[in-house]
Protein backbone atom coordinates (compact mmCIF):
# COMPACT_ATOMS: atom_id res chain seq x y z
CA UNK A 1 0.00 0.00 0.00
CA UNK A 2 1.04 3.23 -0.85
CA UNK A 3 2.65 5.34 2.34
CA UNK A 4 2.19 9.01 0.88
CA UNK A 5 1.67 11.15 3.59
CA UNK A 6 -2.09 13.79 3.41
CA UNK A 7 0.71 16.60 3.22
CA UNK A 8 1.86 14.92 0.00
CA UNK A 9 -1.37 13.89 -2.01
CA UNK A 10 -3.22 17.34 -0.92
CA UNK A 11 -1.24 19.78 -2.72
CA UNK A 12 -3.74 21.00 -4.72
CA UNK A 13 -5.05 24.92 -5.23
CA UNK A 14 -8.59 25.68 -6.07
CA UNK A 15 -8.39 29.71 -6.98
CA UNK A 16 -11.76 31.71 -6.88
CA UNK A 17 -10.77 34.42 -8.93
CA UNK A 18 -12.14 33.91 -11.69
CA UNK A 19 -15.75 33.43 -10.46
CA UNK A 20 -17.91 36.91 -11.70
CA UNK A 21 -18.84 39.04 -8.33
CA UNK A 22 -21.71 40.93 -8.79
CA UNK A 23 -22.14 44.37 -6.64
CA UNK A 24 -25.97 43.36 -5.29
CA UNK A 25 -27.77 41.48 -2.71
CA UNK A 26 -30.97 39.76 -2.47
CA UNK A 27 -33.90 41.16 -0.48
CA UNK A 28 -36.09 38.53 1.31
CA UNK A 29 -39.43 41.39 1.47
CA UNK A 30 -38.49 41.76 -2.07
CA UNK A 31 -37.67 38.43 -3.53
CA UNK A 32 -38.84 38.56 -6.72
CA UNK A 33 -37.55 42.27 -7.69
CA UNK A 34 -34.19 41.56 -6.20
CA UNK A 35 -33.59 38.04 -8.16
CA UNK A 36 -34.69 39.09 -11.33
CA UNK A 37 -32.17 42.30 -10.81
CA UNK A 38 -29.31 40.19 -10.21
CA UNK A 39 -29.98 37.56 -13.03
CA UNK A 40 -30.18 40.43 -15.15
CA UNK A 41 -26.78 41.90 -14.51
CA UNK A 42 -25.37 38.40 -14.54
CA UNK A 43 -27.05 37.58 -17.88
CA UNK A 44 -28.24 41.22 -19.81
CA UNK A 45 -30.05 38.82 -22.61
CA UNK A 46 -32.56 38.13 -19.65
CA UNK A 47 -33.62 41.75 -19.62
CA UNK A 48 -35.09 41.84 -23.02
CA UNK A 49 -38.25 42.72 -24.00
CA UNK A 50 -39.35 39.20 -25.43
CA UNK A 51 -37.86 37.54 -22.06
CA UNK A 52 -40.20 36.06 -19.80
CA UNK A 53 -38.70 35.35 -16.66
CA UNK A 54 -40.05 33.14 -14.00
CA UNK A 55 -38.83 32.13 -10.43
CA UNK A 56 -39.15 28.63 -8.60
CA UNK A 57 -38.87 28.78 -4.99
CA UNK A 58 -37.36 25.49 -3.16
CA UNK A 59 -38.46 24.99 0.26
CA UNK A 60 -36.02 22.12 1.20
CA UNK A 61 -33.71 23.81 3.07
CA UNK A 62 -33.47 25.69 6.46
CA UNK A 63 -30.40 27.43 6.24
CA UNK A 64 -30.58 29.64 2.55
CA UNK A 65 -33.02 30.69 0.23
CA UNK A 66 -33.37 28.61 -3.10
CA UNK A 67 -34.76 30.16 -5.86
CA UNK A 68 -34.77 28.67 -9.56
CA UNK A 69 -35.08 31.29 -12.19
CA UNK A 70 -35.78 30.44 -16.06
CA UNK A 71 -36.11 32.37 -18.98
CA UNK A 72 -39.01 31.52 -21.07
CA UNK A 73 -38.49 32.28 -24.95
CA UNK A 74 -40.54 30.96 -27.63
CA UNK A 75 -39.97 27.55 -29.59
CA UNK A 76 -37.42 26.58 -26.44
CA UNK A 77 -38.69 22.74 -25.10
CA UNK A 78 -38.86 22.44 -21.45
CA UNK A 79 -35.51 20.30 -21.27
CA UNK A 80 -34.06 23.66 -23.27
CA UNK A 81 -35.42 26.33 -20.90
CA UNK A 82 -34.09 24.01 -17.99
CA UNK A 83 -30.66 23.61 -19.52
CA UNK A 84 -30.27 27.24 -19.38
CA UNK A 85 -32.03 27.72 -15.87
CA UNK A 86 -29.97 29.39 -12.97
CA UNK A 87 -30.22 28.86 -9.15
CA UNK A 88 -29.86 31.60 -6.96
CA UNK A 89 -28.92 30.60 -3.20
CA UNK A 90 -29.53 33.47 -0.68
CA UNK A 91 -27.16 33.27 2.48
CA UNK A 92 -29.52 32.44 5.55
CA UNK A 93 -29.66 35.62 7.93
CA UNK A 94 -26.51 35.63 9.97
CA UNK A 95 -24.96 32.31 8.74
CA UNK A 96 -21.52 33.67 8.67
CA UNK A 97 -21.47 32.50 12.43
CA UNK A 98 -21.97 29.10 11.01
CA UNK A 99 -19.97 28.97 7.49
CA UNK A 100 -17.20 30.00 6.13
CA UNK A 101 -18.21 31.23 2.61
CA UNK A 102 -14.66 31.44 1.11
CA UNK A 103 -14.37 27.89 2.12
CA UNK A 104 -17.59 26.72 0.88
CA UNK A 105 -16.39 28.91 -2.65
CA UNK A 106 -12.85 27.14 -2.91
CA UNK A 107 -14.77 23.68 -2.61
CA UNK A 108 -17.54 24.28 -5.09
CA UNK A 109 -14.80 25.75 -7.34
CA UNK A 110 -12.44 22.34 -7.33
CA UNK A 111 -16.01 20.06 -7.33
CA UNK A 112 -16.98 21.89 -10.71
CA UNK A 113 -13.33 21.53 -11.96
CA UNK A 114 -13.84 17.43 -11.62
CA UNK A 115 -17.57 17.89 -13.11
CA UNK A 116 -19.10 16.81 -9.37
CA UNK A 117 -20.80 20.16 -9.55
CA UNK A 118 -22.64 22.63 -11.36
CA UNK A 119 -20.70 25.10 -12.73
CA UNK A 120 -20.08 28.62 -10.15
CA UNK A 121 -21.73 31.52 -11.97
CA UNK A 122 -21.59 34.19 -10.46
CA UNK A 123 -21.54 35.44 -6.34
CA UNK A 124 -22.97 38.27 -5.69
CA UNK A 125 -23.03 40.11 -1.58
CA UNK A 126 -25.37 37.53 0.22
CA UNK A 127 -25.33 34.64 -2.14
CA UNK A 128 -24.34 32.48 -5.30
CA UNK A 129 -25.44 31.78 -8.53
CA UNK A 130 -25.05 28.41 -10.29
CA UNK A 131 -26.44 26.35 -12.71
CA UNK A 132 -29.70 24.21 -12.56
CA UNK A 133 -29.10 20.20 -11.85
CA UNK A 134 -31.64 18.84 -14.00
CA UNK A 135 -33.23 15.60 -11.72
CA UNK A 136 -35.37 14.66 -9.19
CA UNK A 137 -34.57 16.12 -5.31
CA UNK A 138 -34.46 12.99 -3.49
CA UNK A 139 -36.63 12.40 -0.28
CA UNK A 140 -35.75 10.46 2.66
CA UNK A 141 -38.31 7.64 1.47
CA UNK A 142 -35.62 7.97 -1.89
CA UNK A 143 -32.89 7.52 0.18
CA UNK A 144 -34.07 4.47 2.06
CA UNK A 145 -34.48 2.36 -1.41
CA UNK A 146 -31.74 0.34 -2.27
CA UNK A 147 -31.20 1.45 -6.03
CA UNK A 148 -30.84 5.04 -4.87
CA UNK A 149 -28.62 4.47 -1.85
CA UNK A 150 -26.41 2.43 -3.82
CA UNK A 151 -25.92 5.42 -6.02
CA UNK A 152 -25.33 7.49 -3.31
CA UNK A 153 -22.72 5.42 -1.68
CA UNK A 154 -21.02 4.97 -4.93
CA UNK A 155 -21.08 8.73 -5.39
CA UNK A 156 -19.81 10.03 -1.67
CA UNK A 157 -16.99 6.66 -2.08
CA UNK A 158 -16.18 9.04 -5.09
CA UNK A 159 -15.76 11.99 -3.48
CA UNK A 160 -14.23 10.82 -0.64
CA UNK A 161 -11.87 8.65 -3.19
CA UNK A 162 -10.66 11.31 -5.45
CA UNK A 163 -11.20 14.75 -3.81
CA UNK A 164 -7.75 16.35 -2.11
CA UNK A 165 -8.46 18.39 0.94
CA UNK A 166 -6.09 21.19 0.50
CA UNK A 167 -8.38 23.83 -0.76
CA UNK A 168 -10.18 23.98 1.94
CA UNK A 169 -8.06 23.48 4.46
CA UNK A 170 -4.39 23.41 5.39
CA UNK A 171 -2.00 21.35 7.17
CA UNK A 172 -0.50 23.94 10.70
CA UNK A 173 3.23 23.28 9.98
CA UNK A 174 6.20 24.75 9.24
CA UNK A 175 8.28 22.89 6.59
CA UNK A 176 6.18 20.17 7.08
CA UNK A 177 6.25 19.94 11.24
CA UNK A 178 4.95 22.44 13.77
CA UNK A 179 7.20 24.83 15.27
CA UNK A 180 9.51 23.19 18.00
CA UNK A 181 9.28 19.88 16.57
CA UNK A 182 11.70 17.30 15.98
CA UNK A 183 12.94 16.11 12.34
CA UNK A 184 12.76 12.59 13.32
CA UNK A 185 8.89 12.91 14.61
CA UNK A 186 6.17 12.33 12.20
CA UNK A 187 4.52 15.15 10.59
CA UNK A 188 0.82 16.18 11.89
CA UNK A 189 -1.72 14.56 9.55
CA UNK A 190 -4.64 16.53 10.61
CA UNK A 191 -5.85 20.03 8.28
CA UNK A 192 -7.22 22.80 9.69
CA UNK A 193 -10.34 23.71 9.58
CA UNK A 194 -11.71 20.46 10.20
CA UNK A 195 -14.99 19.20 11.81
CA UNK A 196 -13.72 19.67 15.41
CA UNK A 197 -12.24 23.05 15.05
CA UNK A 198 -16.16 23.32 13.08
CA UNK A 199 -17.55 22.66 16.25
CA UNK A 200 -15.75 23.89 18.60
CA UNK A 201 -16.21 27.48 16.90
CA UNK A 202 -20.24 26.89 16.69
CA UNK A 203 -20.20 26.17 20.79
CA UNK A 204 -18.23 29.32 20.97
CA UNK A 205 -20.61 31.67 19.02
CA UNK A 206 -23.41 30.42 21.37
CA UNK A 207 -25.08 32.76 24.07
CA UNK A 208 -23.77 32.41 27.43
CA UNK A 209 -25.58 35.51 29.01
CA UNK A 210 -27.72 33.42 31.21
CA UNK A 211 -26.22 30.80 33.84
CA UNK A 212 -28.49 28.11 32.52
CA UNK A 213 -26.74 29.19 29.16
CA UNK A 214 -22.97 29.08 30.06
CA UNK A 215 -23.56 26.04 32.01
CA UNK A 216 -24.62 24.44 28.52
CA UNK A 217 -22.04 26.23 26.89
CA UNK A 218 -19.20 24.55 29.56
CA UNK A 219 -20.99 21.00 29.35
CA UNK A 220 -21.10 20.85 25.44
CA UNK A 221 -17.08 22.13 25.42
CA UNK A 222 -16.56 19.62 27.65
CA UNK A 223 -18.56 16.90 25.20
CA UNK A 224 -16.25 18.15 22.07
CA UNK A 225 -13.26 17.90 24.24
CA UNK A 226 -14.12 13.76 25.18
CA UNK A 227 -15.10 13.51 20.75
CA UNK A 228 -12.32 15.04 19.87
CA UNK A 229 -10.04 12.92 22.10
CA UNK A 230 -11.50 9.61 21.07
CA UNK A 231 -12.16 10.45 17.30
CA UNK A 232 -9.51 12.86 15.94
CA UNK A 233 -7.16 10.06 14.74
CA UNK A 234 -9.13 8.11 13.75
CA UNK A 235 -7.27 5.68 11.08
CA UNK A 236 -9.07 6.13 7.40
CA UNK A 237 -9.37 3.98 4.33
CA UNK A 238 -5.52 4.16 2.12
CA UNK A 239 -3.96 5.99 4.87
CA UNK A 240 -6.65 8.84 4.92
CA UNK A 241 -7.74 10.00 8.64
CA UNK A 242 -9.52 12.92 7.11
CA UNK A 243 -11.38 12.92 3.47
CA UNK A 244 -13.14 15.98 1.81
CA UNK A 245 -16.40 15.07 3.78
CA UNK A 246 -19.85 16.71 2.29
CA UNK A 247 -20.88 17.02 5.95
CA UNK A 248 -24.81 18.06 5.14
CA UNK A 249 -25.88 14.92 2.81
CA UNK A 250 -29.36 15.24 3.77
CA UNK A 251 -32.07 13.96 1.20
CA UNK A 252 -32.61 17.87 -0.32
CA UNK A 253 -28.59 17.64 -1.28
CA UNK A 254 -29.31 14.57 -3.26
CA UNK A 255 -30.21 14.78 -6.85
CA UNK A 256 -31.65 12.02 -8.72
CA UNK A 257 -30.50 12.48 -13.09
CA UNK A 258 -32.01 10.69 -15.91
CA UNK A 259 -30.28 7.59 -16.91
CA UNK A 260 -27.19 8.33 -19.33
CA UNK A 261 -28.98 8.20 -23.32
CA UNK A 262 -26.45 5.37 -23.98
CA UNK A 263 -26.49 3.36 -21.09
CA UNK A 264 -27.28 -0.50 -21.25
CA UNK A 265 -28.84 -0.12 -18.06
CA UNK A 266 -31.24 2.53 -16.66
CA UNK A 267 -29.59 3.47 -13.69
CA UNK A 268 -29.92 6.91 -12.25
CA UNK A 269 -26.76 8.21 -11.05
CA UNK A 270 -27.34 11.02 -8.14
CA UNK A 271 -25.27 14.46 -7.87
CA UNK A 272 -24.40 16.24 -5.03
CA UNK A 273 -25.89 19.66 -4.23
CA UNK A 274 -25.02 22.71 -1.35
CA UNK A 275 -21.06 22.69 -0.67
CA UNK A 276 -21.46 25.45 2.42
CA UNK A 277 -20.54 23.09 5.33
CA UNK A 278 -17.97 20.44 3.41
CA UNK A 279 -14.48 20.61 5.19
CA UNK A 280 -12.26 17.78 6.46
CA UNK A 281 -13.69 15.00 8.46
CA UNK A 282 -13.16 11.10 8.84
CA UNK A 283 -15.16 9.48 6.35
CA UNK A 284 -17.01 7.90 8.91
CA UNK A 285 -18.66 10.84 10.33
CA UNK A 286 -19.80 11.94 6.64
CA UNK A 287 -21.34 8.37 6.41
CA UNK A 288 -22.77 8.32 9.59
CA UNK A 289 -24.29 12.20 8.90
CA UNK A 290 -25.69 10.61 5.81
CA UNK A 291 -27.35 7.88 7.13
CA UNK A 292 -29.24 10.01 10.20
CA UNK A 293 -30.77 12.02 7.17
CA UNK A 294 -32.46 8.48 5.86
CA UNK A 295 -35.16 9.82 8.82
CA UNK A 296 -35.65 13.43 7.62
CA UNK A 297 -35.93 16.87 9.92
CA UNK A 298 -38.88 14.90 11.48
CA UNK A 299 -36.23 12.42 12.92
CA UNK A 300 -38.24 9.28 12.15
CA UNK A 301 -35.55 7.03 13.88
CA UNK A 302 -37.47 4.07 12.79
CA UNK A 303 -36.88 4.66 9.38
CA UNK A 304 -33.06 4.78 10.07
CA UNK A 305 -30.74 1.80 7.87
CA UNK A 306 -30.80 -1.63 9.97
CA UNK A 307 -26.91 -3.26 10.39
CA UNK A 308 -27.89 -5.02 6.81
CA UNK A 309 -28.90 -1.43 4.95
CA UNK A 310 -25.31 -0.19 6.60
CA UNK A 311 -23.30 -2.80 5.47
CA UNK A 312 -25.23 -3.07 1.86
CA UNK A 313 -24.22 0.36 1.06
CA UNK A 314 -20.64 0.46 2.52
CA UNK A 315 -20.14 -2.50 0.35
CA UNK A 316 -20.85 -0.22 -2.67
CA UNK A 317 -19.63 2.77 -1.26
CA UNK A 318 -15.95 0.81 -0.79
CA UNK A 319 -15.91 -0.38 -4.02
CA UNK A 320 -16.28 3.45 -5.43
CA UNK A 321 -13.92 4.64 -3.00
CA UNK A 322 -11.08 2.37 -3.95
CA UNK A 323 -11.94 2.75 -7.70
CA UNK A 324 -11.45 6.70 -7.50
CA UNK A 325 -8.15 5.48 -5.63
CA UNK A 326 -6.85 3.33 -8.03
CA UNK A 327 -7.35 5.89 -10.96
CA UNK A 328 -5.24 8.21 -9.57
CA UNK A 329 -2.97 6.02 -8.27
CA UNK A 330 -2.26 3.62 -11.30
CA UNK A 331 1.54 3.73 -10.95
CA UNK A 332 1.73 3.22 -7.18
CA UNK A 333 0.92 -0.78 -6.16
CA UNK A 334 -1.92 -1.02 -3.77
CA UNK A 335 -2.85 -4.01 -1.99
CA UNK A 336 -6.48 -3.58 -0.82
CA UNK A 337 -8.43 -6.26 1.79
CA UNK A 338 -11.96 -5.47 0.63
CA UNK A 339 -13.71 -7.79 3.75
CA UNK A 340 -11.17 -5.60 6.22
CA UNK A 341 -12.07 -2.12 4.80
CA UNK A 342 -16.01 -2.41 5.04
CA UNK A 343 -15.51 -4.38 8.45
CA UNK A 344 -13.10 -0.91 9.47
CA UNK A 345 -15.95 0.90 8.20
CA UNK A 346 -18.99 -0.69 10.07
CA UNK A 347 -16.89 0.12 12.92
CA UNK A 348 -16.33 3.31 12.93
CA UNK A 349 -19.33 4.57 11.72
CA UNK A 350 -21.07 2.70 14.39
CA UNK A 351 -19.09 4.63 16.98
CA UNK A 352 -19.71 7.76 15.39
CA UNK A 353 -23.37 7.30 14.86
CA UNK A 354 -24.22 9.87 17.98
CA UNK A 355 -21.66 12.56 16.79
CA UNK A 356 -24.18 14.04 14.06
CA UNK A 357 -27.04 14.59 17.07
CA UNK A 358 -24.16 16.83 18.70
CA UNK A 359 -22.92 18.31 15.34
CA UNK A 360 -26.66 19.57 14.24
CA UNK A 361 -28.16 20.19 17.46
CA UNK A 362 -25.20 22.72 18.50
CA UNK A 363 -26.04 24.21 14.55
CA UNK A 364 -29.55 24.47 15.26
CA UNK A 365 -29.40 25.88 19.06
CA UNK A 366 -27.45 29.10 17.34
CA UNK A 367 -29.94 29.12 14.12
CA UNK A 368 -32.87 29.56 16.68
CA UNK A 369 -31.53 32.64 17.54
CA UNK A 370 -30.81 34.35 13.78
CA UNK A 371 -32.11 32.44 10.93
CA UNK A 372 -35.70 33.92 9.27
CA UNK A 373 -36.43 30.42 7.85
CA UNK A 374 -39.97 29.29 9.30
CA UNK A 375 -38.60 25.97 11.28
CA UNK A 376 -38.52 24.95 14.86
CA UNK A 377 -35.04 25.15 15.32
CA UNK A 378 -35.18 24.73 19.57
CA UNK A 379 -37.46 21.40 19.08
CA UNK A 380 -35.24 20.80 16.74
CA UNK A 381 -32.23 21.43 18.67
CA UNK A 382 -33.29 18.82 21.72
CA UNK A 383 -33.87 15.95 19.40
CA UNK A 384 -30.74 16.03 17.77
CA UNK A 385 -28.85 16.73 21.17
CA UNK A 386 -31.06 14.04 22.69
CA UNK A 387 -29.96 11.66 20.05
CA UNK A 388 -26.07 12.13 21.41
CA UNK A 389 -27.43 12.06 24.72
CA UNK A 390 -28.73 8.79 24.32
CA UNK A 391 -25.39 7.44 22.37
CA UNK A 392 -23.53 8.64 25.30
CA UNK A 393 -25.30 7.00 27.96
CA UNK A 394 -24.58 3.81 26.09
CA UNK A 395 -21.07 4.96 26.17
CA UNK A 396 -20.72 5.58 29.64
CA UNK A 397 -22.06 2.21 30.68
CA UNK A 398 -20.01 0.23 28.10
CA UNK A 399 -23.21 -0.86 26.55
CA UNK A 400 -23.36 -1.77 22.76
CA UNK A 401 -26.58 -0.06 22.07
CA UNK A 402 -28.62 2.42 23.92
CA UNK A 403 -32.09 2.57 25.26
CA UNK A 404 -33.90 5.37 23.03
CA UNK A 405 -35.84 4.34 19.89
CA UNK A 406 -33.00 5.43 17.63
CA UNK A 407 -30.23 3.29 19.49
CA UNK A 408 -32.70 0.24 19.38
CA UNK A 409 -33.44 0.76 15.78
CA UNK A 410 -29.59 1.18 15.03
CA UNK A 411 -28.82 -2.31 16.66
CA UNK A 412 -31.33 -4.24 14.27
CA UNK A 413 -29.83 -6.73 11.60
Not at 93 to 111: V, W
Not at 225 to 238: A, I, N
Not at 309 to 325: E, G, S
Request: charged share 25%; hydrophobic share 35%.
Amino acid sequence: MSTATPEDEHRTDSPIDGVRHIPLSFDTAHAEDSALKLVQAYAPEWSLNNAHVQFVPFTEGITNTLYKATIELPGRSRAEIDQNAILLRAYGNGTEILIDRQRELKAHTLLASRGLAPPLLARFENGLMYRFVSGDVCSPEDLRIPEVYREVAARLGEWHGSLPISPISTYPTLNGRTPGQKSSQPAPTIPIPNIWTVTASWIAALSSTTPADASRQSSLSTELSYLRTRFEQTPGLFSRPYIFAHCDLLSGNVIRQQPLPDAEEKIRPVTFIDYEYATPAPAAFDLANHFAEWGGFACEYTALPTRSARKDFLHHYTLAFYDAVLEANSNVAVEIDFRAAVEQLEEQVNAMRGLPGFYWGVWALIQQGISEIEFDYKSYAEKRLGEYWGWREAEREGKVEGSSVREKRWAEE
